[in-house]
């Protein structure tokens, strides 16, 4: 065997490279039921990935959830027993209202306060919208 064939059967033993189209990826929380609690592991990350004040994430899910929540060093623990499937959609609802552009879809968006209005501007394309859930 020569140098092209051994390459060659190197390549089919390689698994298939799946490109992302995007470099933002919505975090998913990871935790396990606890007694009549949810526990999340990693809201940490979550926070640092979405780039929002923990606060106000924190202020959106108890709202959303509809349960009480308190923040123990890096542990979310949420006052009931709630699906991940449910928390995690309630995080993708969070990202889509206050995280992406509306326009170009990107998370580059920052927060400001236009008056009574809370507008989220985008730093990709410039783009700004009104941010119409109240947090």
């Keep these: ?32 039921i606890q007694g009549n609690k949810t526990v999340i592991t990693n809201f940490p990350q979550i926070v640092d990935t979405l780039r929002r004040p923990k606060e106000q994430i924190l202020k959106f899910l108890q709202r959303e959830l509809a349960a009480p929540i308190i923040l123990e060093g890096t542990r979310l623990i949420l006052g009931r027993k709630i699906s991940s499937k449910i928390i995690n959609g309630k995080i993708e609802l969070y990202c889509k209202e206050f995280v992406l552009c509306k326009e170009c879809g990107k998370p580059d968006t920052k927060l400001i306060k236009e008056g009574r209005v809370l507008m989220a501007k985008c730093a990709a394309c410039g783009a700004k919208h009104p941010i119409k859930s109240k947090i």
């Design 1 to 32: 065997m020569d140098y092209l064939d051994l390459l060659k059967e190197a390549k089919e033993i390689l698994p298939d490279v799946q490109e992302t189209e995007s470099r933002f990826e919505i975090p998913t929380a990871k935790g396990h």
